[in-house]
């Protein structure tokens, strides 16, 4: 292990993880409705440190209510948070595991908007409706985005004062700043529209506010798609930015103080690109009725799904320009973004066997791995290729089938497979994070 490059220590300007292996940004709704984290989540969280990853990078948070994705997300949107995620850092901490908050602004892409943005419009760098799942959103004006701005910079301050070891910008797949970023997305017309530098602007300005608030001596890497893959679904939308314009954006980063960018891709969430794999329909078919009313486009799209003649129209679409590859499918866009930059890169995508993610640090890919359904399946994924495996003896079969719960039930791994067809034991293993608990039921038996 001493020689082996997964397990040597990734050393950044501020901060320092024991191994290459990073849990991607993954979460379900574990928490509770106003934002607050519950014990699930702490539960969640432990069990990968506990599995032995270096780093932690947690799933979507929101800085501001009107910015998350979906309601039972824990947020950072307020100092009565800094506690919770307080005891999150002290439980990953305790084993030797680094943990790294997402700060997070959905913009237009609001899957479940909740009652306190029901009957609003989402905020976005544009009012165009989004053209997968009709999300209608409404252009921001410089006071909402000088507010937002604010709100990431106050984020990142309560996750210094609670003790975190630094935080990531969610600037990818779909959210918020790549809304703005995107060529194919963004067609404002004012400094925060037009060309790249324009484009760039608004991720700047919060990089910027985000230095203001916790120093240079706090980390801050940055998640940013490789590149869009705008017109993957619909061959008539653009295409948005290429790797090209990424290397651009990603130098301006450098430059203004982020310390590690952190490699994905995919102009929406999901997307045929990300994360690669399979589209289980008939679990998707269980599942998307929760957003029926989030986008003018829902219903159709559910009703594509429905109905089996219809459906051959979803694959065509969602597979027609999708590659073949899997593990490590953004591996060569990280390479070129690293190739220009003196600050480590981190790539994301499918990762889970050992050869292969040696295999992309050795050859300067990038300086370390993201995984997220891989561990979801495998929670001591790195514990097993400690033990000299290249592969789990069951692992991830990338069939999507977490993601499309993950709007509706609790994330794990539904692929009945793995548990040798045992619907229970996957169930089980499912509701494993509610457990233990805070409620003991044995304290409190007896009666008069």
């Known amino acids: 292990m001493a020689d082996d490059i997964i397990f040597q220590p990734l ?9 290459r292996i990073f849990r991607s940004n993954i979460s379900g709704r574990f928490d ?63 084993h030797d595991c680094r943990f790294i908050l997402q700060l997070s602004h959905s913009g237009r892409q609001q899957d479940v908007p909740g009652v306190e943005n029901q009957f609003r419009k989402p905020l976005s760098s544009t009012d165009r409706t989004e053209t997968f799942d009709g999300f209608v959103p409404q252009a921001m004006t410089r006071e909402d985005i000088r507010q937002t701005v604010h709100d990431f910079g106050q984020g990142a301050r309560r996750a210094r004062e609670a003790g975190l070891d630094g935080v990531e910008t969610h600037s990818a797949n779909g959210y918020l700043f790549t809304q703005f ?72 980063l450098e430059e203004a103080g982020v310390d590690a960018v952190h ?59 999708k590659p073949d590859i899997v593990e490590g499918i953004n591996a060569a866009a990280a390479r070129e973004i690293k190739r220009h930059l003196t600050i480590p890169v981190l790539c994301t995508g499918g ?40 592969l789990p003896d069951r692992p991830c079969t990338h069939c999507n089938k977490c993601l499309v719960n993950a709007i509706k039930n609790p994330l794990g791994c539904y692929e009945l497979s793995r548990f040798d067809g045992d619907y229970d034991r996957m169930i089980q293993e499912v509701m494993s994070v509610f457990h233990p608990s805070p409620f003991d039921p044995v304290a409190t038996q007896g009666g008069d």
Request: proline letters at 4%; a positive charge; aromatic letters at 14%.
């Open 11 to 19: 050393k950044f300007k501020n901060l320092t993880v024991k191994n």
């Open 351 to 390: 990762f889970q066997t050992a050869s292969y993610i040696r295999k992309f640090i050795e050859e300067g890919y990038c300086d370390a791995v993201s995984i997220a359904r891989a561990l979801v399946a495998n929670s001591n994924l790195v514990e097993i290729f400690a033990s000299g495996k290249d």
């Open 32 to 94: 509770n409705f106003d934002g607050s984290g519950s014990y699930a989540r702490l539960n969640w969280e432990e069990k990968f440190a506990r599995g032995g990853v270096g780093a932690i990078l947690s799933s979507f948070v929101s800085v501001a209510v009107r910015g998350r994705i979906m309601p039972n997300y824990a947020m950072i949107d307020a100092d009565d948070k800094i506690p919770f995620w307080r005891e999150v850092g002290k439980r990953v901490h305790a």
């Open 263 to 321: 490699v994905s891709g995919g102009s929406s969430f999901p997307h045929p690109f990300n994360p690669p794999g399979g589209f289980p329909i008939d679990w998707a078919l269980r599942t998307f009725d929760v957003m029926l009313s989030s986008g003018i486009f829902t219903l159709q799209r559910y009703l594509i799904l429905r109905y089996r003649p219809l459906r051959p129209l979803f694959n065509w679409f969602w597979n027609h320009s």
């Open 181 to 252: 970023l995107s060529s194919g997305i963004n067609n404002r017309k004012d400094e925060y529209g037009g060309a790249l530098r324009n484009r760039a602007r608004f991720l700047l300005e919060v990089v910027a506010e985000i230095r203001k608030q916790v120093g240079s001596d706090f980390h801050l890497q940055t998640k940013i798609n490789g590149a869009d893959y705008g017109n993957a679904v619909f061959p008539w939308e653009g295409k948005g930015n290429t790797v090209e314009d990424t290397v651009q954006i990603c130098q301006w």
